[in-house]
């Protein structure tokens, strides 16, 4: 029997991406990058950074989008991939100044990108620039009617214009406009999780979570939506033993999910069990991707900590501090 030849370099990487064998990806595009041919040298640049990224390796990351970036013969939809993932990297690290000469960049150099819009509009929405954050979202739907992502988050950020400036008018379009992504979408799970997220902000609790679960339908790999359904049931009728349960199921689909442990733990200090908080807040610290949500995330120990210290010192049990 003849043996199939093991995959190298950067055919081996998409192979272990397809397979969710994630742990070989950035070796595999070392191996490309050490003993392939040029052909594919950017593309393996690419998706290290990528990954180096994901995993909150900022200086590896940005080594390899600038290698890419300051290429004069790189491919262009290469180049401007790397400029998009190095614009919200600096906006991670709190330089929107930076982020957005790379957005900036990335659209000279291919102006026809729905991707350069929608990831511009995303951090034009967090700076709270909502006009200039629609005027991208628009351009990116313009682009490709097709790309849920970029329709959704039009609707959402319509959304928030229309509830600051009070337009009543314009949120029901919205709502409407939430309704027609679901159907033109019906597969896509963040059109029912930002359209949960609106009902949620307006107290139609009962129709937010039917969404919540229809979005779970849809992707029910994905951890962050358990977590805003767990935080739904909390907002909703103060059900904590649901919450956890939701929020339990998320960390078991997702060891990394630093929102679910987040989470979890602010909840168990609510309750008084300050010990259980540490233990997650402890597990969230590593996953943390910027300086501001480590000092956060240690923040939220430490007063854990101070009570249980307190706790102690005083002979109070901890099951008394807290929330019943």
């Known amino acids: ?115 350069v819009y929608h990831h511009r509009g995303q951090v034009l929405l967090l700076m709270e620039k909502v006009d200039e954050a629609i005027s991208d979202f628009n351009k990116a739907v313009s682009i490709n009617p097709n790309f849920p992502i970029a329709y959704v988050q039009k609707c959402y950020t319509d959304y928030r214009h229309a509830f600051t400036t009070r337009d009543m008018e314009k949120m029901q379009e919205v709502m409407r406009a939430f309704q027609s992504a679901i159907e033109r979408f019906p597969k896509c799970s963040e059109c029912y999780t930002l359209f949960a997220q609106v009902l949620s902000d307006q107290q139609e609790y009962e129709k937010a979570d039917k969404y919540f ?7 029910p790999e994905n951890a962050t939506v358990f977590v805003h359904r767990g935080l739904l049931h909390l907002q909703w009728n103060g059900d904590v033993p649901k919450a956890i349960e939701l929020i339990s199921q998320a960390l078991e689909l997702d060891k990394k999910c630093e929102f679910g442990y987040e989470t979890l ?32 995330l240690f923040s939220l120990r430490d007063a854990a900590v101070a009570q249980a210290t307190v706790a102690d010192r005083m002979g109070i049990p901890l099951a008394n501090i807290g929330l019943p």
Do not use: W
């Open 1 to 115: 029997m003849v043996s199939v030849p093991t995959q190298r370099g950067v055919a081996r990487a998409k192979q272990a991406f397809a397979l969710q064998n994630y742990d070989d990806i950035i070796p595999a595009c070392t191996e490309e990058l050490k003993f392939g041919d040029d052909s594919h040298k950017d593309e393996a640049l690419v998706l290290r950074a990528t990954f180096h990224l994901l995993l909150g390796d900022h200086a590896s990351a940005f080594k390899d989008f600038e290698k890419v970036i300051d290429n004069e013969n790189a491919n262009i939809k290469l180049c401007v991939n790397a400029l998009i993932k190095r614009a919200s990297l600096h906006m991670q690290l709190e330089d929107p100044e930076k982020s957005l000469q790379d957005f900036d960049s990335a659209a000279n150099m291919d102006d026809n990108n729905s991707d």
């Open 213 to 219: 679960k229809k979005a779970i339908e849809v992707d």
């Open 265 to 296: 733990g602010t909840i168990e200090v609510q309750r008084g069990n300050l010990r259980r908080a540490v233990e997650l807040f402890d597990k969230a610290i590593p996953l943390s991707k910027t300086e501001l949500e480590m000092s956060h």
